[in-house]
């Protein structure tokens, strides 16, 4: 099992995960699985309302859970056998850090359910989580990465060690991958943005006729595996429901937004980002505007809407519940049984495994330090580079 995971190691470490979206190359025997607004999972139970983020081995979605009348996040993971083995890992852990936590008072994502669900690319292991807010690198983006005020670092920070602490007292488990990403916060920081609370209505294929409806339209979308704007599923709910009741739905036309997304395909402000980018780096470089000739009026228009936007942006971090839980563990493992040396992102990646040394739980206290300091000043603490003579993974820290 060892040469497996450092093979899945290696294959998440060979690129920085920067573009819009997972592409459709690894949409193929062995890889992703196609998933649609509407489809359904486990005999009906989970029906997709939206895609919620990519990594290299999966994909994650927001689901309704018809069973119990609730949101879930639902990771598809590839079909390939080593991806499968590694998700088969990840699932031991997951059960043991739920069973350990009845109560669930320790600051760790819950696993709610896991099965195999089958398609034209293979068969793909699927868990569900518990539905989460945005994870803590939306929240520095909220600050303009100028840095949360210290009194909600202090709380983010309790309560992250309240995660470890129990990772790794009571069960022996080291994450290896913790950063900003894999630390989401219970509840979405705009509540416009919740499912929930917006009062969003559910996508449920209850019928043949709508499903087909809903496939149509995501069709027309910007991706075929159900990446939509906000008004593409808006429009896309409306149809669904006229055809339904007997209408023709032809009246409702199909519009692009301009909302800003991050690198790695998912809105800025998408809540329960169980995975972004599992080994990569999110490519934080400012990005700047390119305008047309004769545009003054619409510059002008465009910095004010700018600075009405960060202004919102401000009152909604001041208010955000800063309560979180540490997610993602496809790459962890066992103080007493490890799968490879090769660990963590290379921003928050510790002394011992950049020199090839035993690791062990301060591996982690190592990549929380470096999140501290990326919550309070909004820049990461190490920033690793190529250079003429040594690889950015060689960088040695002590400068």
């Not at 069973?99 to 994502?109: A, F, I, L, R, T």
């Not at 599923?233 to 669904?240: D, L, P, T, Y």
């Not at 839980?325 to 992102?345: E, H, M, P, R």
Request: glycine fraction near 8%; include cysteine.
């Amino acid at each position: 099992m060892e040469s497996t995971r450092k093979e899945v190691r290696s294959e998440s470490d060979d690129e920085d995960y920067t573009s819009e979206d997972e592409g459709t190359e690894d949409y193929r025997r062995g890889g992703y699985h196609t998933v649609q607004i509407g489809d359904a999972f486990k005999s009906g139970r989970y029906v997709i309302q939206s895609k919620l983020g990519w990594g290299h081995f999966s994909t994650v979605w927001l689901a309704w859970d018809t069973l119990n009348s609730r949101y879930v996040a639902l990771k598809v993971q590839k079909s390939a056998q080593h991806y499968t083995e590694a998700a088969m890992d990840e699932i031991k852990i997951l059960k043991q850090i739920a069973e350990g936590d009845p109560d669930d008072k320790n600051s760790v994502v819950k696993l709610l359910d896991n099965f195999k669900h089958s398609g034209p690319n293979g068969q793909h292991v699927c868990m569900v989580f518990e539905y989460l807010g945005d994870n803590l690198l939306t929240l520095i983006k909220y600050s303009d990465y100028k840095g949360l005020p210290l009194h909600m670092v202090k709380e983010i920070c309790y309560h992250i060690l309240m995660g470890l602490d129990y990772l790794h007292r009571q069960l022996s488990i080291i994450h290896t991958d913790l950063k900003p990403e894999n630390v989401l916060l219970l509840s979405t920081i705009d509540p416009s943005k919740d499912p929930v609370k917006s009062g969003t209505p559910l996508v449920v294929a209850n019928s043949a006729k709508e499903k087909s409806v809903v496939h149509s339209v995501v069709s027309k979308g910007k991706s075929s595996n159900g990446d939509l704007t906000k008004n593409q599923k808006k429009k896309m709910r409306k149809k669904a429901k006229r055809v339904a009741n007997g209408g023709t739905g032809n009246d409702i036309v199909e519009e692009t937004d301009q909302d800003t997304r991050t690198a790695n395909g998912v809105d800025v402000d998408t809540p329960g980002v169980e995975i972004l980018n599992e080994q990569g780096s999110e490519d934080r470089s400012k990005v700047s505007l390119s305008n047309g000739d004769g545009v003054k009026d619409g510059l002008e228009e465009k910095k004010g809407r700018r600075r009405g936007s960060r202004s919102m942006r401000q009152k909604l971090l001041q208010s955000a519940n800063v309560k979180c839980k540490l997610v993602d563990f496809g790459n962890a493992c066992w103080t007493y049984k490890q799968f490879t040396s090769d660990i963590q992102t290379r921003q928050y990646r510790c002394p011992e495994v950049l020199l090839g040394s035993k690791y062990s739980t301060p591996a982690d206290l190592w990549s929380f330090a470096c999140i501290c300091f990326e919550l309070a000043t909004g820049d990461v603490l190490f920033d690793p580079h190529t250079g003429d003579n040594f690889d950015r993974d060689e960088v040695c820290i002590f400068y």
